[in-house]
């Protein structure tokens, strides 16, 4: 399984952007999908997870309420969508598939994808 992020870019605080991810292969529906993040200077963050059906979403505590992880299975793609930026949101951002429960150790995770740069501007 390969995995293609995309949708980072220069945003102002406030914004909405959605990041994307897109899995190759016919198991996508398989695996169970998160969301991480390494701001410049720190560790790698959890973001947030999705199960396999698209229900059962988790976020983290710094993200719930603004971001939500939707998945199109027919599409093979899980989305980031992010509201209400804030410049401590900046940070590459990376997608990961799980064949289990997708939990917040990334160490799980068993496909990453290579990161989009998202900067929040205030």
């Known amino acids: 399984v390969q995995l293609q992020a995309s949708g980072g870019g220069s945003v102002q605080a406030g914004g909405s952007p959605r990041l994307s991810c897109a899995a190759s292969?016919?198991?996508?529906?398989?695996?169970?999908a998160g969301w991480f993040r390494r701001a410049p200077g720190k560790k790698r963050e959890f973001v947030g997870r999705?199960?396999?059906?698209?229900?059962?979403?988790y976020l983290a505590d710094s993200v719930k309420g603004r971001f939500t992880i939707p998945r199109d299975n027919a599409k093979n793609t899980v989305y980031l969508q992010m509201n209400t930026l804030r410049p401590e949101d900046t940070a590459v951002y990376y997608c990961?598939?799980?064949?289990?429960?997708?939990?917040?150790?990334?160490?799980?995770?068993?496909?990453w994808g290579q990161g989009t740069q998202v900067t929040v501007s205030s």
């Open positions: 292969g016919r198991t996508f529906s398989m695996y169970a």
């Open positions: 999705i199960s396999r059906s698209g229900l059962n979403p």
């Open positions: 990961a598939l799980d064949r289990g429960e997708a939990t917040m150790d990334p160490s799980d995770y068993d496909y």
